[in-house]
């Protein structure tokens, strides 16, 4: 059983460019989220999606990012206009459902902002 | 809403050493605990969680921790340490029920140095 599979694993942008990070669960998890790791900080909650839904964009930046999860195929982040701020490492995971349920995190992808 | 503190951003320790690596929680409702292993370049893998019942949890790689509700801690120790056990550790909680029982909040990590 595979586990959680991100991609790019690295991502070089230049300022105003747009950034895809994909992500693809684990299998038999429908359940997806993203997290967002600053430079020597702790991972901060972006956003929670199940299949074609956003359950809660709570930590997601008012403005420049947007995440789906399409019926087919893997769950996206986009980040448009990137800015040097972006610059991050940023880690989805999977579970099977939530509360008090083990999250699966992919390897993250590391996006660089030039 | 929650927080987590983790008390020391860096531990150096000698090789099969013991280690206790320090977490301290607030919350106003009850919650989950977890702590979490972050090799180079690599996901969070999970060591060990607490959801009820014994407040002393065993995890993988030989680690434990013990909640404690009334100073609000959960630390994690390991007897004796090895050379691959160097990474970043990361405390999480998560409330216990109710909305965003899903949503971890963590801390800004511990990183374990082991040291020959």
């Known amino acids: 059983n595979a586990g959680v599979m991100q991609n790019p694993r690295h991502l070089v942008r230049r300022r105003g460019q747009e950034a895809r990070l994909r992500c693809s669960p684990m299998?038999?998890?429908?359940?997806v989220y993203w997290y967002r790791q600053l430079p020597e900080e702790g991972l901060k909650f972006m956003v929670y999606l199940q299949k074609e839904n956003i359950i809660d964009e709570s930590g997601m930046p008012k403005e420049r990012f947007s995440a789906e999860f399409p019926k087919e195929g893997p769950s996206i982040l986009r980040i448009q206009q990137v800015v040097r701020g972006d610059s991050a490492a940023y880690f989805c995971a999977s579970s099977p459902g939530t509360a008090g349920d083990e999250q699966y995190f992919g390897p993250g992808t590391r996006l660089t902002v030039t | 809403a929650q927080s987590v503190t983790q008390l020391d951003s860096q531990v150096p320790v000698f090789e099969e050493a013991p280690v206790e690596l320090r977490c301290n929680y607030s919350?106003?409702?009850?919650?989950?605990l977890f702590w979490y292993v972050q090799y180079p370049n690599q996901g969070l893998q999970l060591l060990l969680k607490y959801l009820s019942g014994s407040t002393l949890v065993k995890g993988i790689n030989g680690f434990e921790a013990e909640f404690n509700k009334s100073q609000t801690s959960f630390h994690l120790r390991k007897p004796s340490v090895h050379i691959s056990d160097t990474a970043e550790y990361f405390c999480?909680?998560?409330?216990?029920?109710?909305?965003?029982?899903?949503?971890?909040?963590f801390g800004k990590g511990t990183l374990l140095t082991v040291n020959p």
């Open positions: 299998k038999g998890h429908s359940h």
């Open positions: 919350s106003s409702v009850s919650v989950y």
């Open positions: 999480a909680v998560s409330r216990n029920s109710g909305g965003s029982n899903y949503k971890l909040t």
